[in-house]
């Protein structure tokens, strides 16, 4: 197992303000699989990712990636952990307005001991005539291509999305699925997505679906749609 949850708990606030947001989840991820997670707003997905991602501290529970615990670890191990393992793309990008989307990318470049090749990265993505632009002359689209290949320059083995289609219409969120599944079997990056959209869980290997801090289902998928066929995005 690649990654491996154990009774996860989390909570903010104390007293009146205090709230459990994750009530002991375990689970499990294997390594190149396409999970996604799903749950209503406030049901702890994000936070369980977070968690995950070494950007929240959890209350107990373990977390382990790849035979390792990142639970309790400190903080400069936790960054050397982030660094070496992990790829983040946001809903909303959090590019640097100042810098191209060459400049951008390089940002993550440098933290590599084996980056992936630059020129071919922004061939893949449709990057290469836009890469002296600055965001603010992307489209959204464009910008969130140019978020993925921040994240992938690294070559991270786990890959979190925290609901990379959702300021996207339609057809944007087409292309960046599509993008996603070649991503996934070219390099087998291991990929957890958290997500309204109830069309993406058919394209996936896994399903969590979060319900009040808890794992409500979680199932293997036997019959996954590719994403060019996915309806209803």
Not at 23 to 51: A, H, P, R, W, Y
Not at 59 to 72: A, H, L, N, Q, R
Not at 84 to 102: A, D
Request: glycine share 8%.
């Amino acid at each position: 197992m690649y990654l491996e949850v154990k009774n996860m708990k989390k909570s903010y606030g104390k007293d009146g303000s205090y709230i459990q947001v994750l009530k002991g989840i375990s689970t499990g991820v294997e390594q190149g699989q396409m999970c996604v997670i799903q749950g209503t707003s406030g049901s702890g997905k994000s936070t369980f990712l977070n968690c995950i991602g070494g950007l929240d501290t959890l209350d107990s529970g373990s977390i382990k990636v790849d035979g390792k615990e990142i639970v309790g670890l400190k903080q400069e191990k936790l960054s050397d952990y982030r660094r070496e393992n992990l790829g983040f793309i946001f809903q909303f990008y959090n590019l640097v307005p100042n810098l191209t989307v060459r400049e951008n990318i390089q940002v993550c470049e440098y933290l590599s001991k084996q980056p992936l090749d630059m020129e071919e990265l922004l061939e893949n993505l449709g990057l290469t005539e836009h890469q002296n632009k600055f965001p603010s002359q992307l489209s959204g689209g464009q910008q969130q291509r140019c978020a993925i290949a921040r994240a992938l320059i690294k070559n991270p083995k786990l890959l979190l999305l925290d609901e990379p289609t959702g300021a996207l219409d339609s057809k944007t969120s087409r292309d960046i699925l599509i993008l996603l599944e070649e991503i996934n079997r070219k390099y087998g990056t291991t990929m957890l997505l958290v997500t309204h959209n109830n069309s993406i869980k058919n394209m996936v290997h896994k399903v969590i679906i979060i319900k009040d801090g808890q794992i409500s289902k979680e199932y293997e998928n036997e019959n996954r749609v590719p994403a060019e066929e996915l309806e209803d995005l």
